[in-house]
């Protein structure tokens, strides 16, 4: 992890410069990207499109994720709304939809290699035993 200091010192520079107005919009900016990224599924969503080789199909997501329809549904109709996914809807028999990234979207995408190699290097293990539950995955 050599480069998080220097993120870290990048990011406080980045931030120095900007004016109070700037700063506040873009910290305004991050509180929503983060309230969004925050709901359940949409950061397993956003990663199947990192990794992804093209557009991918509800159908697709929902059987990689076993995201109950309603939710997934719900998750990428606000991708789309914030314009982090694109919908394309083809007029066939049965009707086909798929999702792609926008360029917003594939801008976060250098976060899932970050977190990744992350997971290479340590794990989230509780050291109080009493924690275990709290992360496991169900």
Do not use: C
């Given at each position: 992890?050599?480069?998080?200091?220097?993120?870290?010192?990048?990011?406080?520079?980045?931030?120095?410069?900007?004016?109070?107005?700037?700063?506040?919009?873009?910290?305004?900016?991050?509180?929503?990207?983060?309230?969004?990224?925050?709901?359940?599924?949409?950061m397993a969503i956003l990663r199947e499109f990192a990794f992804s080789e093209g557009p991918?199909?509800?159908?697709?997501?929902?059987?990689?994720?076993?995201?109950?329809?309603?939710?997934?549904?719900?998750?990428?109709?606000?991708?789309?709304?914030?314009?982090?996914?694109?919908?394309?809807?083809?007029?066939?028999?049965?009707?086909?939809?798929?999702?792609?990234?926008?360029?917003?979207?594939?801008?976060?995408?250098?976060?899932?290699?970050?977190?990744?190699?992350?997971?290479?290097?340590?794990?989230?293990?509780?050291?109080?035993?009493?924690?275990?539950?709290?992360?496991?995955?169900?």
């Open positions: 992890m050599d480069d998080v200091p220097q993120g870290r010192e990048a990011a406080r520079d980045r931030q120095k410069s900007m004016s109070p107005a700037e700063r506040e919009r873009v910290e305004q900016t991050v509180s929503e990207l983060l309230d969004l990224l925050g709901k359940a599924h949409t991918l199909r509800f159908s697709d997501l929902e059987t990689k994720l076993g995201i109950s329809p309603n939710t997934l549904s719900e998750r990428l109709k606000e991708l789309v709304a914030t314009e982090l996914l694109i919908r394309e809807s083809y007029d066939e028999i049965p009707p086909r939809v798929e999702y792609e990234p926008t360029e917003k979207a594939e801008a976060l995408f250098p976060a899932f290699g970050h977190f990744h190699r992350w997971a290479a290097d340590f794990a989230l293990e509780p050291t109080d035993p009493d924690m275990t539950s709290t992360f496991e995955v169900s």
